[in-house]
């Protein structure tokens, strides 16, 4: 297997683009689709202050060494969210690649904000752990952008997470979250802030490939609670239709936005935000969902 | 298991319904699926003169067995595609089918049309077997249709056929497909013949053991050049999904066709229809996709 570019000894296939590429090739295919992204979506500039939701996996770290490689300004926002030897595993990956860059990171733990951890907060508010971590990631990512004065929050998601979303709101039908699938999320209301995912062109695999070549040390597990989730079922189906047709998975991502997405977009107006009576942020009912879920379990939310 | 109804022993169990009926309770969930299908979409009323497409496989019997015993004015259509063994077992099948029933059957004889066989056909046109072969059913459909003046043209399409379709079409992003596909494709051109597919709420499964327990003599195999189509992945994934979790096809299915389909309405005015210069059926082109084959592989339009 020879590089596509140079012709010497190729180290990544990537069959969805009938190419391979050695190491430095693959590193400048890398870079182009990470910018391709920012550019075709304007996610961001160099005069931006960028705050990246890193978790210690390897998407997260991979794009913010991207960032910090081209020269961009961006902080690292990374949440203990109190998962036992997980989390204590993941906030070490993520200190160690903050330190050895000399980059910016903020740390917010779930147990110090609500006085107890993830796990904990979920059974006491009877959701399941997934939902409850996500409500609280969402809500902390997005104090933290506004309070820090970032202009942008960026999330690894990558081609294959988007793609296995964009599956279960096709298999549902659920217009409204069809409406709104992108990889940019614009601060359409006061107090939220633009989100973005640089990575949404790049696979799986490829980020893998790009932080083992990089020598990124990122924790290689999902998370515990995640096991037997929807959007890894989806993930599986969509790498069968990926090996029967390769690049049928960005061809389903990259034609929704382009073809489908546009047909949703009536259902975007219909939605009414306002500021959350507890804690500011833009919600469609009076107190947002974490807001509920906290006075559910009995935490007051961190400002009141 | 007992059955749902009468809590006499089960038979057919309905998994995505949560039921399981005898043999009785399962032949009046069965027509009244089919007559849901039929009034909600206004396919066809006891005044109207219904040609059934038959392949004498178990979809096209097992509608036309349905339509017979409640009534209908339903004749068969049967074309002899002219493969091998394949096409002389099935039309056996259909034969003693009608005449079991004393029913009308009308038969169309591809190498009696065409002076060839569908497989030679197809590659003396340099197409795909199924794709020559579609365009053919399609057009002579239509033409024994209007030519015996029936209202509407009945196909056996499934539950299961119209899943795996719907999502080839989500995958590519084929709008304008999205914006066309429907229990019901009316005449919306002079020339063109009112479709429905009165069993699109039942799966292949169900449809199977009705046909086995109406003692349907079908033709099992499916015909031997559809082997490794698309659809017949689709088909796969999508079991999948309904192990996973029961009711997943029905839901994406219907969910389409009640909150996905609408958003693409405005793809469906964009086409301009207008008669085959050649055959006289309504076509987007100068000459259809059917007489632009024939004239390719050197064979006279029959009425030419
Ligand atoms: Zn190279
Ligand atoms: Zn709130
Ligand atoms: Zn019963
Ligand atoms: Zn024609």
Redesign the interface.
């Known amino acids: 297997m020879k590089c596509t570019k140079c012709g010497e000894q190729a180290v990544v296939p990537i069959r969805r683009h009938n190419a391979a590429f050695c190491t430095e090739h693959f590193f400048e295919y890398f870079d182009n689709q990470v910018q391709r992204a920012i550019k075709e979506h304007r996610m961001f500039t160099r005069d931006d202050k960028i705050l990246v939701a890193v978790s210690g996996g390897k998407d997260s770290l991979a794009i913010w060494d991207v960032l910090l490689r081209l020269g961009y300004e961006a902080h690292g926002l990374y949440i203990d969210l109190g998962i036992g030897e997980y989390s204590k595993r993941s906030t070490e990956k993520v200190r160690k690649f903050a330190e050895e860059r000399d980059a910016v990171l903020r740390i917010v733990s779930v147990e110090e904000e609500y006085g107890l951890g993830t796990t904990e907060l979920a059974r006491k508010a009877g959701r399941p752990a997934c939902s409850a971590c996500g409500l609280n990631k969402r809500y902390i990512f997005n104090r933290e952008a506004l309070e820090g004065g970032y202009d942008v929050l960026v999330t690894g998601h990558n081609l294959d997470d988007e793609a296995a979303t964009l599956l279960g709101n096709?298999?549902?039908?659920n217009?409204g979250y069809l409406a709104r699938q992108s990889p940019v999320l614009e601060a359409t209301a006061p107090n939220l802030v633009k989100k973005v995912k640089p990575l949404y062109r790049l696979t799986e695999r490829e980020i893998a490939s790009y932080a083992v070549l990089r020598g990124i040390d990122y924790i290689v597990e999902e998370c515990p609670m995640a096991k037997g989730a929807k959007s890894i079922?989806y993930k599986h189906?969509l790498n069968?239709?990926e090996e029967?047709s390769p690049g049928?998975k960005a061809?389903?991502l990259f034609?929704?936005l382009?073809?489908?997405r546009p047909?949703?977009q009536e259902e975007r107006e219909r939605v009414e935000v306002r500021p959350c009576r507890v804690c500011g942020q833009p919600t469609t009912a009076e107190v947002c969902a974490h807001c509920r879920m906290l006075q559910r379990v009995g935490v007051a939310v961190a400002g009141d």
């Open positions: 096709v298999l549902h039908w217009t079922q189906i069968q239709l029967l049928a061809r389903f034609g929704f382009e073809h489908g047909h949703f």
